[in-house]
T-cell receptor, first 116, second 112 residues
Framework: AQTVTQSQPEMSVQEAETVTLSCTYD???????LFWYKQPPSRQMILVIR??????QNATENRFSVNFQKAAKSFSLKISDSQLGDAAMYFC?????????????FGTGTRLKVLA | DGGITQSPKYLFRKEGQNVTLSCEQN?????MYWYRQDPGQGLRLIYY???????QKGDIAEGYSVSREKKESFPLTVTSAQKNPTAFYLC???????????FGAGSRLTVL
């Protein structure tokens, strides 16, 4: 069964600095999707970034980028120029399945604190 | 406005009572999911449904039941068999081929 592991329960970063959140996963599939979701204090889940496994190029969305290492099954999120609004829980997720029967599996989350 | 509506936002239940959480969407998404969120445990999948009148158990289905009679609706019943029902429950949807989950605002269930 596929698993997603986030080994950092909590991280802190100074405003305007860069922080990297780690995620590893376990799978035997060759084609899949990986995600980072943000959950601010409102608890609304927001998609930050998505990576397709068959694409070697790392995904980027403004200040957010990923380092996708398929062989190592690693998918880290880099936040550049951190802002106070980035403070939230961050969840790494994996989409498994084929033939239209998809499951999304989430890690346990990393709480990011941004220090002014 | 298109979106996912979860209700109620907060719900209190006495032990031994069943309770139903509502999830309605007008996004015309095919798949719907229910997750449970507990501190330190992330999101755990309860049930999911790809099409009407069909659904599959997730990783923690015991003590829960669902139905999918309409494409727009996927209610979750928390039964008295669920030992620790106090949690935050999230409903999510996905459009076929979109490969991304869209979430509702969640429902907080507290058992007294």
């Amino acid at each position: 069964a596929q698993t997603v592991t986030q080994s950092q329960p909590e991280m802190s970063v100074q405003e305007a600095e860069t922080v990297t959140l780690s995620c590893t996963y376990d799978t035997s599939e060759s084609d899949y999707y990986l995600f980072w979701y943000k959950q601010p204090p409102s608890r609304q889940m927001i998609l930050v970034i998505r990576q397709e496994a068959y694409k070697q190029q790392n995904a980027t969305e403004n200040r957010f980028s990923v380092n996708f290492q398929k062989a190592a099954k690693s998918f880290s999120l880099k936040i550049s120029d951190s802002q106070l609004g980035d403070a939230a829980m961050y969840f790494c997720a994996y989409r498994t399945g084929s033939s239209g029967t998809y499951k999304y599996i989430f890690g346990t989350g990393t709480r990011l604190k941004v220090l002014a | 406005d298109g979106g996912i509506t979860q209700s109620p936002k907060y719900l209190f239940r006495k032990e031994g009572q069943n309770v139903t959480l509502s999830c309605e969407q007008n996004l015309n998404h095919d798949a719907m999911y229910w997750y449970r969120q507990d501190p330190g445990q992330g999101l755990r999948l309860i049930y999911y449904s790809q099409i009407v009148n069909d659904f599959q158990k997730g990783d923690i289905a015991e003590g829960y039941s669902v139905s999918r009679e309409k494409k727009e609706s996927f209610p979750l019943t928390v039964t008295s068999a669920q030992k620790n029902p106090t949690a935050f429950y999230l409903c999510a949807t996905s459009f076929r081929g979109a490969n991304v989950l869209t979430f509702g605002a969640g429902s907080r269930l507290t058992v007294l």
